[in-house]
C-alpha cells in the first residue's frame, strides 16, 4: 500500500510541476524581473519536503557562457565557489561578496569532479590526464590516483573525502570517450568505485558491481555510500537509478537500488552529481528528460522523492556551500544557478 501510495504521489506531483512551468510565462534568468514568490520551480511532491522549501527565496542564475559545467564545490575559507568548464579545459571561480566570476586555473586537464580536503587543498579529477590530483599550497600539483593494476584509469569523474583521510572516487570513463574531454581511447578496465588511503597511498578497487559510477556521497554519519549509475548511456541493460552500499570501514556490502530515476509521465533520465543533507536526504542533479524533470530532485532516506528544483537545462551536479552551507548550488550545462534551502550539507566537501 505504501509503495502505491509512493508512486501516486510522486505521479501527481510531476503532472503538477509540468503544468506549472507550461502555465508560467518564460521566466526571466537575468534577475531584471524578479520571480514571484514562492518561486513555482521550487515543487513540492511530498510533505515532507515543505521544511526544507524557503517561500521567499527565488532560484538565481548565477552565470552563464559554459560549454558543460560540472563539479561545483565550496571553499569555506576563500568564500568561493569553483567548478568546472570542462570542453574549454578551464576551472571558474564565483566569489560570494561581490558575484564577481573569474578564471580559476586553465589548463585544467579537462577536470570533472572537484572536492576539497580538511586542509582546505582542492582534489580534481582530470579526464584529459585520467587521473586524481591534488594541488597544493606551494603550487605544485600531487597525483593521488592514475592507474589500477599497471592499467590507466578510464578517466576519474566525483571524488569525496572522508574524516579518516580517505579519498573515495568513481571511475566510469566518460572523458576517455569524447574528443573534445583531451584523452579519446578505449578503456582498459572495467568502470569502478575506489578507495585511496591518503596515509599510506595505498589504493582499492571497492565495488564495480554497477555500469558506469558517476556522483556519490556519503549518508551524514558516513555508514551508507550514494552512488549514481549512469550506465544507460552505453549499456542497454542498465538501471537509471542511484544505488545505496552499507559502509563497513572500508568495505562496501549489501549495494542495492536506492531510487529510479524514471518517472511516471515523465519518462527516465539520469542522475549525474549528487549530496546529502543534514537530515539525510540525496539531492540529485538530473536531466536528459526535458521541462518538468530537468534540474534536482531531492530524495528522502526511505527512497521516496519528496521535492525538485527545476531548471531550464540538464543539471550536472550539486554542491552545498556559503556560509551557513545551507546553498543549494547547481551546474547546468552553460550555466551556474543556486538557491537557498532549509537545511545544510551534511558534510564540507
Known amino acids: 500500500m505504501s509503495t502505491r501510495r509512493n508512486f501516486l504521489q510522486t505521479a501527481a506531483g510531476a503532472a ?5 512551468l507550461e502555465a508560467q510565462a518564460p521566466r526571466d534568468w537575468s534577475g531584471r524581473n524578479p520571480t514571484r514568490y514562492p518561486d513555482p520551480d521550487i515543487v513540492t511532491l511530498d510533505p515532507r519536503f515543505k521544511k526544507y522549501a524557503l517561500g521567499n527565496t527565488p532560484i538565481q542564475r548565477l552565470h552563464t ?8 564545490a565550496w571553499n569555506g575559507s576563500g568564500k568561493y565557489l569553483m567548478w568546472s568548464d570542462i570542453p574549454n579545459n578551464r576551472q571558474m571561480r564565483w566569489i560570494e ?16 569532479g572537484n572536492t576539497f580536503d580538511y586542509e582546505g587543498r582542492q582534489i580534481s579529477c582530470e579526464h584529459g590526464n585520467r587521473r586524481v590530483v591534488r594541488y597544493e599550497y606551494n603550487g605544485s600539483v600531487t597525483v593521488l590516483a ?3 593494476n599497471g592499467k590507466p584509469l578510464n578517466a576519474p569523474n566525483d571524488a569525496v573525502v572522508t574524516p579518516d583521510g580517505a579519498l573515495w572516487f568513481t571511475d566510469p570513463g566518460y572523458g576517455s570517450l569524447m574528443n573534445y574531454e583531451g584523452n579519446k581511447g578505449a578503456l582498459e578496465i572495467k568502470e569502478a568505485v575506489y578507495r585511496v588511503d591518503l596515509k599510506t597511498n595505498k589504493m582499492e578497487l571497492v565495488t564495480d558491481e554497477i555500469f558506469k559510477p558517476n556522483g556519490l556521497c556519503f549518508s551524514p ?29 572500508a568495505r562496501l556490502r549489501n549495494g542495492r537500488s536506492f531510487v529510479s530515476m524514471v518517472i511516471q509521465g515523465l519518462g527516465g533520465g539520469l542522475a549525474d552529481g549528487i549530496r546529502c543533507d543534514a ?6 542533479s538530473a536531466g536528459w528528460v526535458g521541462p518538468g524533470y530537468d534540474g534536482v530532485h531531492v530524495i528522502a532516506p526511505d527512497g ?6 527545476q531548471l531550464p537545462e540538464i543539471c550536472s551536479n550539486v554542491c552545498f556551500g556559503g556560509t551557513r552551507r545551507n546553498r543549494l548550488f547547481m551546474t547546468g550545462s552553460q550555466s551556474l544557478y543556486a538557491v537557498y534551502v532549509e537545511t545544510q550539507g551534511a558534510h564540507i566537501a
Open 146 to 148: 592514475d592507474k589500477w
Open 65 to 72: 557562457g559554459t560549454l558543460w559545467a560540472e563539479g561545483p
Open 97 to 112: 561578496d561581490d558575484g564577481h566570476v573569474s578564471v580559476l586555473r586553465t589548463p585544467a586537464g579537462h577536470s570533472n
Open 16 to 20: 503538477a510541476a509540468a503544468t506549472s
Open 279 to 284: 537530515d539525510g536526504n540525496v539531492w540529485a
Open 304 to 309: 521516496v522523492r519528496i521535492g525538485k528544483i
Open 221 to 249: 554519519n558516513y555508514q551508507k555510500l550514494y552512488v549514481a549509475d549512469t550506465g544507460a548511456t552505453h549499456y542497454e541493460k542498465a538501471p537509471r537509478e542511484i544505488k545505496v552500499w552499507d559502509v563497513d570501514g
